[in-house]
């Protein structure tokens, strides 16, 4: 039994000089285990995603909207600076906009893990479509 760190023996002359005769291209396997290696396979081999840039993108989409408000007043309602302070001074609007910028960040992270979950499901069929085609037909 090979460990780890020892290398299995390559011999690529060899395998190439070998015509495969017509048992091994009859060979049968039983299709539970065929597929059972497929899905592991597919569950290996396929990409992921880093989490982190949705952490981020999650973050901006939180605080958007209270930013949003803020230059809105700042800019275009004509306010003094002391209606502005008053305004931003009152708690109310803080308790509003955390709430607010919470729920906006669990919906978004919600919809992105749905998404993500979506993307990589489709990704494990289509790998598992190519896997079985290769299977079928190994000469195309």
């Keep these: ?9 390559v011999n690529v002359d060899v395998s190439y000089i070998e015509v495969p ?7 049968v396997f039983p299709g539970r285990l065929v597929f059972k290696e497929i899905f592991l396979v ?3 081999l396929s990409r992921t995603f880093h989490i ?5 993108i999650g973050a901006i989409h939180c605080v958007l909207p209270m930013v949003i408000h803020v230059l809105k007043d700042y800019l275009y309602n ?12 009152d ?20 919809n992105t893990k749905f998404s993500r979950l979506a ?14 085609e290769v299977i079928i037909e190994p000469n195309r």
């Design 1 to 9: 039994m090979l460990s780890i760190t020892q290398k299995a023996p």
């Design 21 to 27: 005769t017509k048992d091994d291209y009859f060979k």
């Design 42 to 44: 597919s569950a290996a």
């Design 52 to 56: 982190g840039f949705n952490y981020t």
């Design 78 to 89: 004509e306010l003094t600076i002391e209606q502005f302070r008053a305004k931003y001074s």
């Design 91 to 110: 708690p109310k609007i803080w308790v509003y906009s955390v709430f607010l910028g919470y729920t906006n960040y669990m919906t978004f992270q919600m």
């Design 119 to 132: 993307l990589m499901d489709m990704k494990r069929k289509l790998f598992k479509m190519k896997a079985l």
